[in-house]
């Protein structure tokens, strides 16, 4: 079974573990390695979305930047820490982060330097919001219900383009819970067929990989992706690595052995890790 994971999070962003309490969990399973990929969330217009209101009454608002310069010196630190705590370990830490991809003017080129101060060892693409305004505004997933109908099928499928762009983009070690927005009520798993195979072309086409997440199983009763999108994405021949997006220490693992079970019955032999 598999004996790692690169897709966790710390206190640093939205976890309830501190980083020591996440790498001796991982060393405590036997692990060979972690990567811990806390949230990297920078949109220029963040404090303008509906949603920040709401955001600003938890107690995570420091994850949400308006410009990466607002998220450089605490990403600088966290990595420092991250990489003084890997000495004391007979494990291999990376230091990454799960970056939530938008492709406004001048985003991409403000992350490039963003990625080099900070000196990320790897970053995964795990979009988490509905774009509006052909992408000049975004929404937060429980706030779905403020869009009407057609407004919210035009944001998915926005999303979904959003997701296209961030696997042609190279800039991901792999792409992340697909199609996380599944768990928006009004989500309907018959549609957007085109949208998903245009993803998998993506993905196939950049050779990114992507994962098989147990976050679902936890929140929503099943895997990210969905069987049928998780099918078309073994017969493309896309790496598949499994994740468990874990926010708690009881949480790295969680499902690994039902995870692996499930792409040997569906033939799945490509799978993506470091070298």
């Not at 690169?6 to 399973?29: I, K, V």
């Not at 799960?98 to 990320?120: C, I, K, N, P, S």
Request: charged share 25%; glycine share 6%.
């Amino acid at each position: 079974m598999q004996k790692f994971s690169y897709h966790t999070h710390t206190d640093f962003s939205d976890g309830h573990n501190t980083p020591e309490e996440m790498l001796q969990q991982a060393a405590d399973l036997g692990w060979e390695e972690i990567g811990i990929s806390d949230h990297l969330i920078v949109h220029k217009n963040i404090r303008q979305s509906f949603s920040w209101p709401r955001w600003e009454r938890t107690d995570k608002i420091e994850i949400f930047h308006a410009d990466f310069s607002e998220a450089t010196d605490g990403f600088c630190r966290h990595a420092d820490h991250l990489r003084k705590l890997a000495r004391r370990y007979n494990l291999k830490v990376r230091v990454g982060a799960e970056v939530d991809f938008f492709d406004y003017d001048g985003w991409a080129e403000e992350f490039a330097a963003f990625r080099h101060r900070v000196g990320l060892d790897y970053c995964i693409s795990g979009n988490h919001f509905l774009p509006l305004n052909n992408g000049k505004q975004i929404l937060d997933a429980k706030d779905s219900a403020m869009l009407d109908q057609n407004a919210l099928q035009a944001a998915l499928r926005l999303h979904f383009a959003t997701v296209t762009a961030a696997a042609c983009s190279g800039m991901f070690a792999f792409i992340a819970h697909l199609d996380y927005l599944r768990k928006i009520p009004q989500w309907a798993e018959q549609t957007f067929a085109a949208e998903k195979t245009a993803v998998t072309a993506a993905l196939a086409k950049s050779a990114v990989g992507t994962e098989l997440s147990s976050k679902g199983i936890r929140k929503q009763g099943y895997f990210y992706p969905e069987e049928n999108w998780l099918k078309q994405i073994i017969e493309a021949d896309i790496p598949l690595v499994i994740s468990d997006d874990a926010h708690r220490i009881e949480e790295l693992g969680f499902e690994f052995d039902k995870a692996e079970a499930l792409l040997q019955q569906l033939g799945c032999h490509k799978r993506w890790r470091f070298k």
